[in-house]
């Protein structure tokens, strides 16, 4: 069984940068795609990023493109979110999640999620 545990996040200023780590337990995890997905207070969790069990494939939503940047280290069984020129508008609660199939990460069917970290953006 895959557990994942968040780290890193924070209260920024608009424009600043956080790093976040998700580090995953379980005998399979490098044959597992990864995401990262977000939840603001009132709204729906909503998918922010993913990454093949490769590292080779990367997926974003429109509204980081560009901003953040999704990598995988799987000496550490890590999975990174740098988040660069942060908005309010990014702020919310991050989870991790873990999946073998691409598919189930980006369409936010994961099979194991983290319990999340918040990420705060002062304007």
């Known amino acids: 069984q895959v557990q994942l545990v968040e780290s890193g996040g924070g209260l920024v200023q608009a424009g600043g940068s956080l790093r976040l780590s998700c580090a995953a337990s379980?005998?399979?995890?490098?044959?597992?795609?990864m995401g990262w997905f977000r939840q603001a207070p009132g709204k729906e969790r909503e998918f922010v990023a993913a990454?093949?069990?490769?590292?080779?494939?990367?997926y974003y939503a429109d509204s980081v493109k560009g901003r953040f940047t999704i990598s995988r280290e799987a000496a550490k069984n890590t999975v990174y979110l740098q988040m660069n020129s942060l908005k309010p508008e990014d702020t919310a609660v991050y989870s991790c999640?873990?999946?073998?199939?691409?598919?189930?990460?980006?369409?936010?069917?994961?099979?194991?999620w983290g319990q999340g970290t918040q990420v705060t953006v002062s304007s």
């Open positions: 990454i093949s069990w490769s590292g080779g494939s990367t």
């Open positions: 999640a873990a999946d073998p199939h691409e598919w189930r990460i980006t369409s936010g069917r994961s099979g194991y």
């Open positions: 379980g005998r399979t995890f490098s044959n597992y795609a």
